[in-house]
């Protein structure tokens, strides 16, 4: 051979399609070669310089998340240096052990980011899906509360997805259930790209769909037979503070194509993915796509934008994952606005993730 079967190796040990060049009289040396090293490590120094800082983090919309006024706030080396950076994205995350927040700047690839919103429902907007009546509950559980939740993807979420569009490799949002054959009209998807005259169709056929579910289940109960011994439970057994079933949904609910919110706008080259399909197949997808890093955001911060099929449970094995902590927000049961639960949402996965903000992430060519 020309070049020998070790100096192809030497240079290509992540190309294994190489091998196939091999002629088959040299496998068995190919067989004896230690596996492949893994890609180049470098060694961070991981100083910790105290710093004083007046603002509070995630400070910027007060009404939807809680800014973090903790004390201890420290000043770290660059985490990601990627060469022709064209993002800065500054982040924190919380360490018991350093006794308080630390700071990190990051410089990324754009044409390796996504930016991934998870479960911007189409709920109460005017497409048609809504919360039944009189008891039923979807997303944020009530009318009211997904009049908050629209508010905040006005106000945060979309301003942030026009101003990453260019900025990125893939915007993305993520839904319940799988690609149907209406959302299949309206969406780009893994699968494919409809055309526009298959969008026209698409929304048609959702509003149609989503207008003639009736949206009315059973009223609360007026009357609980309760026993003597287990009275608690029993109460809470029949009169639970979340049934999203049938009960007070109404049959079907469930299985109504859920659109992407009309507060976000979602163009052609946009893509939607769906939680049933599985997280292989959108992990699979964004690593053939040269995708290494993703910004994270949506509803709800701790739960579905935690354990959802986009979820940073899932991404944070595969990808540096940046969580945008005020273009997320969290259930609030029992509360008039998001901003304490979120923060408590936010601040707990900074234990073992980088958090950002809206306005930490901005162009290079813009400072």
């Known amino acids: 051979m020309a070049v020998s079967v070790c100096r192809i190796l030497s240079l290509h040990r992540t190309l294994p399609a190489l091998l196939a060049a091999i002629p088959v009289g040299c496998m068995m040396c190919v067989a004896s070669l230690p596996a492949a090293e893994p890609a180049t490590k470098r060694v961070y120094q991981n100083r910790l310089t105290p710093i004083s800082a007046s603002e509070p983090i995630l400070g910027d919309h007060p009404e939807f998340v809680g800014p973090i006024e903790e004390v201890a706030r420290f000043q770290a080396p660059p985490l990601i240096e990627d060469e022709k950076a064209n993002l800065s994205v500054r982040a924190w995350r919380y360490s018991y052990h350093a006794r308080g927040i630390i700071e990190i700047p990051n410089r990324l690839r754009g044409d390796q980011t996504a930016l991934i919103v998870v479960h911007p429902w189409g709920i109460d907007d ?16 009530t009318p009211v509360k997904n009049q908050i939740y629209r508010e905040h993807a006005r106000q945060v979420v979309s301003p942030m997805v026009e101003s990453l569009r260019g900025e990125v490799s893939l915007v993305m949002f ?20 409809p055309t526009e005259a298959e969008r026209r169709q698409g929304q048609q056929e959702l509003t149609a769909t989503l207008n003639r579910f009736s949206y009315r289940g059973q009223t609360v109960a007026q009357e609980i037979v309760l026993s003597a011994d287990n009275t608690v439970l029993d109460y809470f057994r029949q009169f639970p ?52 890093h993703v910004l994270l955001a949506g509803y709800n911060t701790d739960k579905c934008v935690r354990g959802t099929c986009a979820g940073y449970s899932n991404l944070k094995g595969d990808f540096n994952v940046l969580l945008v902590g005020d273009a997320t927000i969290a259930t609030f049961p029992g509360n008039a606005s998001s901003g304490a639960a979120t923060t408590a949402a936010v601040s707990a996965a900074a234990l073992n993730m980088l958090i950002t903000q809206v306005s930490w992430i901005q162009s290079l060519d813009e400072r």
Request: one cysteine or more; proline letters at 7%.
């Open 126 to 141: 005017g497409q048609g899906w809504k919360t039944p009546e009189p008891a039923g509950c979807a997303f944020q559980c």
């Open 174 to 193: 993520s839904l319940p259930g799988r690609e149907d054959a209406i959302r299949k009209k309206l969406y780009r998807s893994i699968r494919g790209r």
């Open 241 to 292: 503070g979340l049934d999203a079933g049938a009960k007070y949904n109404g049959a079907g609910f469930w299985e109504l194509p859920i659109p992407v919110v009309k507060d976000i706008q979602v163009v052609p080259d946009d893509i939607v993915i769906y939680d049933a399909e599985g997280y292989a197949l959108l992990r699979n997808f964004l690593k053939e796509s040269g995708i290494r």
